[in-house]
């Protein structure tokens, strides 16, 4: 299957980037090179893309795509390891990072990866492919309070307890295997009048099941500042996020490094000698057109936030 993906807030990414024609950039989330495709046409010869992806199909489609250009680096890893990374390929500091942290078309529509809750497939769900742990270990081995935090915790689910207490039920007669067990696990926990409306009952679960696999939350805090620590003066950070979690960690990440003063709020005068490290641009974040939803429904729950290195 083609390594599609529709690239979100692509226009106001690139504004946002302020791209400079010598400077380095990062794409931690390669993907399909939607978004990179157009950083590396606003570089010269003497600028700099680097690419990172966890899914060796999408660093193949970007290698396709961006063949055309000699001056990007391809890195097989997970922008986790920004830090590492940068130190490996000798690269100091650079002007520019950009983080999309939707799951691609590809990966939603390829049944095989166990993604979306609308085709069945082995409970899978890694972005990374060379990884051992799965959907499938976190259905069938979690205990039902982990399972429980979990799916109420990342998937936002009111009928967690419920859900988890079924899968444990379930599996004890023979394991889960696939995406559509899961999902009549789903839809027993849920009553009827309320799988009626809004979005597929299965939506939450699955959020937070793919979250667990791919440690997606855990990982931002460190990766943000690890990035800002790599930030040339003026360069500029730029991250969508695709659900209230992610959003939550990223705008409270970039307030800390905006205003990480820890004096009591009474104190005439700053005391602690923490300065600001960043300013946010603009203050909230930047949320697709109503023509881009309309023409890419999967933007709908984008938002675009902005940090400048100080």
Known sequence: ME??????LLNECIDALDIKEN???????LGGAGHSSHIASHLSKDGTLIGIDQDQDA??????????????????????NIDSILNELDIEKVDGILMDLGVSSYQLDE????????????????MDRDSDFSAYEIINNYSEEKLYKIIKDYGEERFA????????????EKPIETTFELVDIIKAAIPARLRRDGPHPAKRTFQAIRIEVNSELKILNRTIEDGINRLNKGGR?????????EDRIVKLKFRELENPCICPKGFPICAC????????????GIIPTEKEIEENPRSRSAKLRIIEKL
Request: charged share 25%; glycine share 4%; net charge positive.
């Open 161 to 172: 307890k419920r859900i988890a207490n079924i899968i444990i039920n379930r599996r004890a």
């Open 273 to 284: 000698g923490k300065s600001p490290v960043v300013k946010t641009m603009p203050k909230k």
């Open 3 to 8: 390594f599609k993906h529709v690239s979100v």
């Open 59 to 80: 660093l193949k489609a970007a290698k396709e795509r961006l063949k055309e250009f000699e001056n990007v680096k391809y890195v097989h890893n997970n922008f986790y």
């Open 111 to 126: 049944a095989s990866r166990g993604f979306s809750y609308m085709h069945d497939a082995p409970l899978d769900m890694r």
């Open 237 to 245: 950070m730029a991250i969508i996020t695709f659900h209230s979690l």
């Open 23 to 29: 400077g380095i950039y990062v794409d931690c989330t």
